[in-house]
């Protein structure tokens, strides 16, 4: 099993150019989630789904959009990138039922000039 | 909303010391307390987790305690190694149902030899 895979690891962007990151998982996990993590702020919740064909709002998801295209991808899409954007995202998946475990994947390191 | 405190921010120890981890929380119908370490540019991982049926779960050298009347819980870590080094988080969510990962703003620990 790969796990949690994200692309791209790295990503340079202008202010106001798009971008969408991939996220896909191979553990058949229902649910699956977008963080980002700032220095001195933890992990902060932008989105997440439940399970296919359902996504909701987490803590800071003003500026991103997201889609579950079926179980195993959920993506994140940056419409109109600003530099408080720069950040690293996480995707993550968790594992429910005896051993509830977020599985994450190894991450985007984001920069918006 | 859950809301996860953590501290200290930082934490410096000489290998060989013990080294603890506190966090509190907010909901008291939390009852999954996960803790995650986090490596230098790597992805966050799971280490230990205690649920609330239980006050304490140990690893070998790390261990979770949980006082739930005071609502917080608690990462020891004995014998401490360079290779401890890392950021920790903590976390709780409601086991049942859908529940969200909260998180806590994650300690930086430092083992020096």
Known sequence: ?113 | GENVEQHPSTLSVQEGDSAVIKCTYSDSASNYFPWYKQELGKRPQLIIDIRSNVGEKKDQRIAVTLNKTAKHFSLHITETQPEDSAVYFCAAKRDTGFQKLVFGTGTRLLVSP
């Open chain 1, 1 to 113: 099993n790969a796990g949690v895979t994200q692309t791209p690891k790295f990503q340079v962007l202008k202010t106001g150019q798009s971008m969408t990151l991939q996220c896909a998982q191979d553990m058949n996990h229902n649910s699956m989630y977008w963080y980002r993590q700032d220095p001195g702020m933890g992990l902060r919740l932008i989105y997440y789904s439940a399970s296919e064909g359902t996504t909701d709002k987490g803590e800071v998801p003003n500026g991103y959009n997201v889609s579950r295209l079926n179980k195993r991808e959920f993506s994140l899409r940056l419409e109109s990138a600003a530099p408080s954007q720069t950040s690293v995202y996480f995707c993550a998946s968790l594992r429910t039922g005896q051993y509830n475990e977020q599985f994450f994947g190894p991450g985007t390191r984001l920069t918006v000039l």
